[in-house]
């Protein structure tokens, strides 16, 4: 299984980003997918997951009601939409596969992270 984030940028405060997370792979649809960030100087975090199906979702709590997570099995997509964006999301965002959790060490599949930056 190989993923490849995209969608990252520069954005103002308040405004929204998609990230996409293809993934190459006929068990793409086996797997939770969860996306995690990293700012500089820091551990890499949970911040969403979606179970196999779709039908589960889970969220950090700082960007709960702000983010959203889906996807599209047909397209073996995951994305995150990103709303109000805050100075503090600013991190490198990285997808993964594997068990639905919060913790990094569930996921046996990494994308190679896109950067978000959130100007204030």
């Known amino acids: 299984v190989q993923l490849q984030a995209s969608g990252g940028g520069l954005v103002q405060a308040g405004g929204s980003l998609r990230l996409s997370c293809a993934t190459s792979?006929?068990?793409?649809?086996?797997?939770?997918m969860g996306w995690f960030r990293q700012a500089p100087g820091k551990e890499r975090e949970f911040v969403a997951a979606?179970?196999?199906?779709?039908?589960?979702?889970y969220y950090a709590d700082p960007v709960k009601g702000r983010f959203t997570i889906s996807r599209d099995n047909a397209k073996t997509t995951t994305y995150l939409q990103m709303n109000s964006l805050k100075p503090e999301d600013t991190a490198v965002y990285y997808c993964?596969?594997?068990?639905?959790?919060?913790?990094?060490?569930?996921?046996?599949?990494w994308g190679q992270g896109t950067k978000v930056t959130v100007s204030s």
């Open positions: 993964a596969a594997g068990k639905v959790a919060s913790s990094v060490s569930s996921y046996d599949y």
């Open positions: 792979g006929r068990t793409f649809s086996r797997y939770g």
């Open positions: 979606i179970s196999w199906s779709g039908g589960s979702t």
